[in-house]
DNA sequence: ATTGACTGACGAAGGTCTTCGTATAGTCTT
DNA sequence: AAGACTATACGAAGACCTTCGTCAGTCAAT
């Protein structure tokens, strides 16, 4: 029997084209192809075709007035990162953030910048929390 | 043409299998199919040949000398964890685990005592990386 | 031993994903 | 305008995933 599709997930070969696109703000196909179709030894025309599909499922948007079309992400990457990393979150962390988040740190590489923002952004996180966490409350 | 194949990665309902198996520790299939075949429509002669498949992959064992087979994760979960979260480091967050850690703390959630968590494993890290980390040049 | 319920092995259907080959359409150069 | 190139569209091959149906084996109780 058939699975059940999923929602707008990008695939592993889309995430990769999304990286290059994401970097670049806007991209032609032959862009994309050049940074990685070689490196990865795929072709010319598996790259327009995943393109095209992505932009069918909508993850990406294209500008045909132009000559070789012009391809943009339709959303920012820090939401699709946000979206991954949730989904991974809830598939094999349980859902808590906590581990998932010490399991990255523990995996080294981070620099002391990024250590002090993190830590930074503690701050913000527990005065948050202490202070006032239902953010909605405005209206009644 | 063909699409090469992955490694060692569980798919989507792999996954979802061996969550129910770390968390026991040992299960049979049934036990399995009880707390997700059934809230997720899935017929136990499926979860079985998953289950199959994952002993194949080598991402589960099987204890045949029992009359229910007893199947045991291979791996243990941390490493799991550790494995996917770095594939999504390099594949969504450029390897940049900060702005990963960042993103899964801004996505609230995490509960104060989480939070403390993560904070004194940033001591650690720091205190190891100012003592030994500077390969470079000397110190001065 | 026969029956019934449960277990386990297999194969196959029907999707998705990745990969291209080929054909068509535009653009540029001469 | 013709020929050479590049870009785009399309369809299809083949791996992989998820889903079961079916059949055979096991065990307990009749």
């Given amino acids: ?11 592993e070969a889309e995430l ?3 990286a290059v696109i994401w970097e670049r703000g806007q991209t032609t196909v032959r862009e994309v192809f050049n940074e990685l179709g070689e490196e990865q030894g795929v072709g010319y025309t598996t790259v327009l075709k995943l393109m095209q599909i992505m932009t069918e499922k909508g993850l990406l948007q294209k500008d ?9 992400a339709t959303r920012p990457r820090s939401q699709m990162q946000r979206a991954l990393l949730g989904d991974l979150m ?3 962390f349980s859902g808590s953030p906590g ?3 010490l399991q990255a740190l523990s995996m080294k590489q981070s620099t002391p910048q990024e250590l ?3 830590r930074r952004m503690l701050d913000e996180l527990e005065s948050d929390e202490s202070v006032g966490d239902d953010i909605e409350g405005g209206a009644q």
């Fill in 90 to 92: 809830d598939r094999a």
């Fill in 116 to 118: 002090r923002e993190i």
């Fill in 99 to 101: 581990s998932l988040v």
């Fill in 16 to 18: 990769a084209i999304l």
């Fill in 1 to 11: 029997m058939p699975r059940k599709q999923n929602p707008r997930k990008p695939t």
């Fill in 64 to 72: 045909v007035s132009v000559r070789p079309q012009v391809f943009t």
